[in-house]
């Protein structure tokens, strides 16, 4: 394999890895425990003991990382917990 190619390889990898953004979850007084079980496990792909303990934790800290990754990914579960309803944003 030449240099350039395990250079441009090299920088596709930290790229990706700088590129990493987290999920944050609000706590509200609007959505039941359920409705954001429910969306933690639809949109953000976890398993049911975990979104109820993302759920405990957001509701007694007032607020928890639920998930972490690529950039366009948390995006796009960030938009869909908005469109369910529930107060969400991305941090680096």
Same mark, same amino acid.
Not at 15 to 30: A, F
Not at 61 to 71: H, I, P, Q
């Given at each position: 394999?030449?240099?350039?190619? !395990? %250079? =441009? =390889? !090299?920088v596709?990898?930290i790229? %990706?890895?700088?590129?990493? &953004?987290?999920?944050?979850?609000?706590?509200?007084?609007?959505n039941?425990?359920?409705?954001?079980?429910?969306?933690?496990?639809?949109?953000?792909?976890? =398993?049911?003991? @975990?979104? %109820? @303990?993302?759920?405990?934790?957001?509701?007694f800290?007032? &607020?928890?990382?639920? &998930?972490?990754?690529?950039?366009a990914?948390?995006?796009?579960?960030? @938009?869909?917990? !908005?469109? =369910?309803?529930?107060?969400?944003?991305?941090?680096?």
């Open positions: 394999m030449s240099e350039l190619l !395990l %250079e =441009e =390889e !090299l596709e990898v790229d %990706e890895v700088t590129d990493r &953004k987290t999920l944050l979850l609000y706590n509200d007084d609007v039941t425990f359920d409705h954001v079980i429910d969306c933690l496990v639809r949109i953000c792909k976890h =398993e049911v003991l @975990q979104a %109820e @303990q993302c759920a405990w934790i957001v509701h800290k007032g &607020k928890a990382t639920v &998930k972490s990754g690529a950039r990914d948390m995006i796009a579960m960030c @938009q869909a917990l !908005l469109d =369910e309803g529930l107060s969400a944003t991305i941090a680096d």
